[in-house]
């Protein structure tokens, strides 16, 4: 990159803010403080009124800042400064969060005693006794990392999905979807599992958020989940039926209809995070063509892993064997894929790097159900992103903000509908453009794809002249 | 091998080099002044607003040139010697060429306002205008009002960079109304309303008398000519059209008025050099057009059409149905066909407006035939496509409106108006055209 290509510029911003986006603020921070002091082992007493004080007063803090913020200014795109501040621009604030979120995650997976969690039998302690009582009442257990990991989850998607609707909200589509990605998360993966866990507290565990389904789930077809759903009863082999059926039938249809969208921008809990509270970085992802090719090459491989992984284990299920071909399933299959994959990728740098490379590392470069279900975008499917004849003015708006990293412009300048496997159907490139150029829509294959050398408002002649050569569109 | 030589690393010059590479092995160097790599001008509010950064400027990245084989030059043509067939540069250099394509664009207008040469002044074209209004109005400490001289869409577009920024802007339009010489009463209006409720400062019916200096040769203060009244401020833009950038060429024997005057070939009237884009002039204006046409699209379409005719296949410019888009603010505007501020004598018009939001479409079309004419949508978006064909098929403007949801390119889920928008042309109109169901195979021309 050259150094002339971008200007220094510090940030013109000057922050203002009133008294009721104080308020929000400082409500916000103190939720989350004591989330700090109780990791922090300081002793918050009572814990469930704390714990309860806390989570009121980040998603009332949040959303009272952002309806303020939001409000005061007229509907429309909201991307002034994105390039300016220090969080959205990788600059101290934005490294800041990315270490902690990533230490975080380290801690979570492989060091969670740090953040409380009572090993062999001892009490919890730190952060995540600070749940135990909503545990308990979901479950009458106490609060494993999990439980306090989902809680916090759900609760980042709810405060900042409703940020995020005050910040499109001129946009029915952004409005509908996240609506749906809140919902889904809200009951789909959070309250619905945990409180068929507490009915069902007898049978073994399984995983029951229904549409976290394989390969994402990647253990679903490993041993003790197979025998815990088919020792979970009725649930149990519903859940199973269902697991299939989801993989093998319902997806491919539904993505055949609307794109895989459906899942990754509207249901999915990753999708839902990367939505939410990654959407000031969604500008971050790289849009190099380097970045492309690394991306088909890894989602791709990671699918491949996580097939052989589950031929291999289910091998092992069946014949009751623990090795395969010699080598230990467990240890040289389920375990790397669970770490390196389940942990690492999708974990760690997915979340933990968003302020660095983006708020859909994972789902761009390593997830198996996004690269199964982009397979079908691709080539069977009814859903493009149509580009609205020539009034494209390659400015690139639509490129910068595709959190997958796709370079829409260049479809959009040529007067060429976009069909990538990677689109997961936000509707921010569309949202973004200053010139209606993009929709997202489903309708006949045919003329899906368009290529065009020369563009509408070009003579008629010439058009035909030259498009004809290249396609019978 | 033959060798193209472009001046001009814009729209036009680079479209015409990447068809011309397309269609042939020829050699082909695009020479600029201005910046190494091509990047969209029409972007570059983007980047003072913070939404991008200069490279996502850049619609293709650094080695996209090496691998299609086409030579860029950084220099500042001076001269053109069409005998020898060779370029000057302000350093001395010289550049030969087989055929010469001049893609030179356009530069701000300047009227010779007393004080427009000041440090502040500034137009908003050049990359170089971007960095001076990063030095002379970075924040509001700096620069403690601009004012923004001239009503067109580069106007308001740098006020709304200025606004960004915090920057209290005093607008000054000579019309009476914004824009008003293009668009038609009701739209200006909105945008008016539009620009005042963003808090910006909006004259109507004023012109520049001048600019006043301060001890260091930077803007003071400007003078309104009308009025008399002297507004303090650190920066002024001046935005009053654009013409072309062909200065350069004015002592060599290529022929130019305003711009290089070419044939619908796209040929001056020497042989081997040719003008596309903003600097070309045509001899005779096409249509409805104007002899230039200083938008994005035609430069692309120029190019695509130049590339054609080096490259041995002949062919006039011959531009299709007028088309044009801008963003005001936070109102889009997209139009086809025309749509004159005022009405022809053959033309009647259909203006509907949302009751709340900031949306409105108005439609012209020929009070006897009832042919359609023309569209303006200002908040909706529509498909180019459609109208497009509709004016190519010479649709009558019932057909246009029964089959109106065809033509949506809002984005899913949105309210639609059109059930709103015909019952109140059948209202004026005493017709009883019934909106038609959206219809893939009627968008998608797989039948009529
Ligand atoms: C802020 C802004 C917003 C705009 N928005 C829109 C819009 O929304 N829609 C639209 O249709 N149009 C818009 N336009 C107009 C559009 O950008 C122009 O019509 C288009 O860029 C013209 O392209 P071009 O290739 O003819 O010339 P240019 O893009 O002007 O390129 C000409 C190049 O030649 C170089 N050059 C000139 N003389 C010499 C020389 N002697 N030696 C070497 N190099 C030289 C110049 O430095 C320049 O780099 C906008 C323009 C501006 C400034
Ligand atoms: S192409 Fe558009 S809709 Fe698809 S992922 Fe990128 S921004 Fe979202
Ligand atoms: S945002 Fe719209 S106008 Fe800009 S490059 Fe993308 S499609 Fe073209």
């Avoid at chain 1, 300081?42 to 409000?71: C, D, M, Q």
């Avoid at chain 2, 050699?27 to 001008?41: G, L, M, N, P, V």
């Avoid at chain 2, 915090?166 to 824009?179: A, G, K, M, N």
Wanted: glycine residues 8%.
């Amino acid at each position: 990159m050259d150094k002339h290509s971008s200007f220094a510029i510090s940030n013109p911003h000057k922050v203002t803010l009133d008294n009721i986006q104080k308020l929000g603020l400082w409500l916000g921070i103190s939720g989350l403080l004591i989330l700090v002091l109780a990791t922090l082992n300081v002793h918050l007493e009572p814990k469930n009124i704390f714990v309860l004080v806390s989570i009121g007063f980040i998603l009332i803090g949040t959303t009272v800042y952002a309806r303020r913020t939001y409000l005061k200014q007229p509907s429309g795109i909201k991307n002034n400064h994105v390039w300016f501040k220090s969080l959205t621009n990788r600059s101290v604030l934005g490294w800041s969060v990315g270490i902690i979120l990533t230490l975080f995650y380290v801690l979570l997976y492989w060091f969670p005693k740090f953040l409380g969690l009572g090993i062999n039998g001892e009490p919890n302690s730190g952060l995540i006794v600070m749940f135990d009582s909503i545990s308990m009442f979901f479950k009458e257990q106490p609060a494993s990392q999990w439980f306090v990991y989902g809680t916090l989850y759900t609760l980042a998607i709810l405060a900042l999905g409703i940020k995020f609707m005050y910040k499109y909200r001129h946009n029915q589509y952004q409005l509908i979807r996240t609506t749906v990605v809140i919902i889904s998360q809200l009951f789909l993966a959070y309250l619905i599992p945990e409180i068929l866990e507490g009915l069902n507290s007898e049978t073994p565990y399984f995983a029951k958020d229904i549409k976290n389904m394989w390969p994402l789930n990647y253990y679903f077809f490993e041993s003790w989940h197979l025998d815990n759903m088919l020792n979970g009863g009725t649930l149990g082999m519903f859940y199973l039926v269902v697991g299939i059926f989801m993989f093998l039938v319902f997806t491919p249809i539904i993505t055949y209809f609307v794109g895989k969208r459906w899942y990754c921008s509207w249901i999915c809990g990753c999708g839902g995070l990367a939505e939410t509270a990654g959407d000031p970085f969604r500008h971050l992802s790289s849009k190099k063509l380097s970045a492309w090719k690394l991306e088909r090459w890894l989602i791709h491989s990671v699918m491949v892993f996580i097939f052989i992984v589950t031929v291999v284990v289910l091998y092992g299920y069946f014949t009751g064997s623990g090795e395969f071909l010699g080598l230990s399933i467990y240890n040289y299959f389920s375990k790397p894929y669970g770490f390196l994959i389940g942990a690492m990728f999708s974990g760690v740098i997915g979340v933990g790097f968003y302020p660095m490379l983006g708020n859909r590392v994972w789902c761009r470069f390593g997830c198996p159900l996004a690269g199964y279900m982009g397979i079908i975008q691709r080539f069977k499917s009814r859903f493009r992103i149509t580009t609205n004849g020539g009034q494209c003015i390659s400015c690139g708006n639509c490129s910068t903000y595709c959190e997958q990293g796709i370079d829409v412009r260049a479809y959009a300048q040529k007067g060429e509908n976009i069909v990538r496997a990677s689109c997961v159907g936000c509707g921010i490139c569309s949202a973004v453009c200053p010139r209606g150029v993009l929709k997202l829509e489903n309708g006949p294959e045919k003329g899906r794809i368009n290529p065009t050398d020369v563009l509408l408002g070009n003579d008629v002649d010439l058009m035909n002249l030259v498009n004809n050569k290249t396609s019978k569109f | 091998m033959e060798h193209i030589v472009i001046i001009g690393n814009g729209i036009s010059g680079v479209t015409a080099a990447r068809h011309i590479r397309k269609l042939s092995d020829k050699k082909i160097t695009i020479i600029s002044a201005e910046t190494d790599y091509f990047f969209s001008r029409t972007a570059l509010m983007y980047v003072y607003m913070g939404h991008m950064k200069f490279e996502h400027t850049q619609p293709y990245e650094n080695w996209f040139w090496k691998k299609n084989r086409i030579e860029l030059k950084k220099g500042y043509v001076t001269r053109v010697d069409t005998k020898q067939k060779t370029l000057h540069f302000i350093n001395n250099d010289t550049l030969q060429y087989d055929k010469l394509i001049i893609a030179t664009g356009s530069k701000p207008n300047k009227f010779g306002w007393p004080g427009q040469d000041l440090d502040g002044v500034m137009g908003m074209y050049h990359k170089q205008d971007l960095e001076s209004l990063e030095k002379f109005a970075p924040n509001n400490n700096v620069c403690k009002r601009a004012v923004i001289v001239g009503g067109g869409l580069i106007g308001i577009e740098l006020a709304e960079m200025l606004h960004s920024r915090h920057i209290p802007v005093t607008f000054l339009v000579r019309e009476s109304s914004f824009w008003n010489k293009v668009l038609p009463k009701q739209e200006s209006e909105m945008i008016n309303k539009e620009i005042i409720s963003n808090g910006i400062d909006l004259r109507l019916g004023v012109n520049l008398k001048e600019i006043k200096p301060d001890e260091n040769g930077k803007v003071k203060s400007i003078v309104i000519a009308e009025t008399g009244e002297e507004i303090p401020c650190n920066v002024v833009g001046l935005t009053a059209g654009v013409s072309p950038n062909i200065d350069f060429i004015k002592d060599s024997e290529i022929e130019t008025n305003h711009g290089v005057k070419v044939n619908r070939y796209l040929e001056t009237n020497i042989p081997d050099v040719y003008a596309i884009g903003d600097c070309a002039e045509q001899h005779e204006a096409i249509g409805n057009r104007r002899p230039i046409e200083a938008v994005w699209y035609t430069g692309r379409m120029m190019g695509e059409t130049v590339a054609q005719t080096i490259c041995k296949n002949r062919i006039p410019y011959k531009p299709g149905h007028w088309f044009n888009s801008a963003k005001f603010f936070d109102i889009e505007y997209q139009t086809y066909g025309w749509i004159w501020a005022e009405p022809k004598e053959n033309e009647a018009r259909f203006y509907w407006q949302h009751e709340s939001e900031k949306k409105c479409i108005h439609i012209s079309f020929d009070k006897n035939t009832k042919e359609f004419i023309g569209i303006n949508c200002l908040g909706i978006r529509m498909r180019h496509e459609y109208f497009d064909k509709a004016l190519t098929e010479k649709r009558t403007v019932n057909y246009v409106l029964e089959h109106l949801a065809d033509a949506n390119f809002d984005p899913e889920f949105y309210k639609l108006h059109e059930p709103e928008i015909v019952a109140k042309f059948n209202n004026e109109h005493g017709t009883n055209i019934h909106l038609k169901k959206k219809s893939w195979k009627r968008i998608f021309n797989l039948t009529n």
